[in-house]
């Protein structure tokens, strides 16, 4: 079928943007003062805490406890943070918070020498609504800074295993590039928070350059959003019924008529 084939013409064309996803970028104001700090507080942390393994390949990844520590540096940075959420909510949802006390953060520390990455992941598991990173240094001299990278994809359970599905399709990248494959990287620079919902699926590309890449992710819980779904809940069809419907369906669904013959439709 080709276009312009008949005389009709169309009235209106009216967009719904569902469901789009808000990546927000701010920037906090003379921030090299507070890097300086909060570098030297990450050199005494790491001696404390040699970290653990969770999205990162390499690297060095704190406990979540960050803010815990009662240091000058952390503690700016969670103010920073904490006007940054709030100045994103009143644009997001035209809503400011009353008071921020409510709000629960948890935060820790990512340092990616060269070579290292984080795995694509979400943070629902957490319980929070938001998520963000602050970046403290970001060296500037290399092609692979170890963008952020935000991918079109949800993961969905369907009884028999998780599987990533991919989104929204937009126009190709080119030659055998599928329409779906589209993720949005981001070069981080020292003094920005990038906030985004914490269902949104993003990963850290590996790093190559001299020095080390420094930041703080964060998890915020905002009571005013009230209860949003997180990775515990469950699934329509999930637990044993699911597993009959799937692996058993042949036997399943005669079982169930047979029932609804003899017992009626309740
Ligand atoms: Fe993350």
């Not at 609504?129 to 952020?148: A, E, L, M, R």
């Amino acid at each position: 079928m080709t276009a312009n084939t008949t005389d009709l013409e169309l009235e209106t064309l009216r967009v719904n943007r569902l469901f789009e996803i808000p990546v927000c970028v701010l920037a906090l104001k003379d921030a090299s003062r507070l890097n300086g700090e909060l570098i030297e507080e990450i050199r005494k942390l790491r001696a404390r805490d040699k970290g653990v393994r969770i999205s990162n390949r390499g690297g060095y990844h704190s406990k979540k406890d960050l803010f815990d520590h009662n240091l000058p540096g952390f503690r700016k940075l969670m103010d920073g943070i904490l006007r940054s959420y709030n100045e994103t909510r009143m644009e997001v949802y035209g809503l400011g918070c009353s008071s921020t006390d409510q709000l629960r953060v948890q935060g820790w520390v990512n340092v990616n020498s060269s070579g290292d990455s984080n795995e694509a992941h979400e943070h629902l598991g957490g319980g929070c609504h938001w998520s963000g990173v602050y970046y403290v240094q970001t060296p500037k001299c290399c092609q692979d800074p170890g963008h952020i990278t935000f991918e079109n994809l949800v993961y969905k359970d369907f009884g028999t295993g998780t599987k990533r599905i991919w989104r929204v399709p937009s126009p190709s990248q080119g030659r055998g590039q599928s329409a779906y494959h589209n993720c949005v990287p981001l070069r981080p620079s020292e003094g920005e928070i990038v906030l985004f919902p914490s269902s949104t699926i993003h990963r850290v590309d590996e790093f190559r350059g001299e020095g080390e890449r420094i930041s703080i992710a964060f998890n915020i819980t905002d009571p005013a959003l009230n209860h949003l779904p997180d990775a515990g809940d469950p699934l329509p069809f999930s637990g044993l019924r699911s597993w009959v419907r799937y692996y058993f369906y042949g036997v399943y669904l005669p079982l169930m008529r047979m029932k609804q013959m003899l017992v009626g439709h309740g």
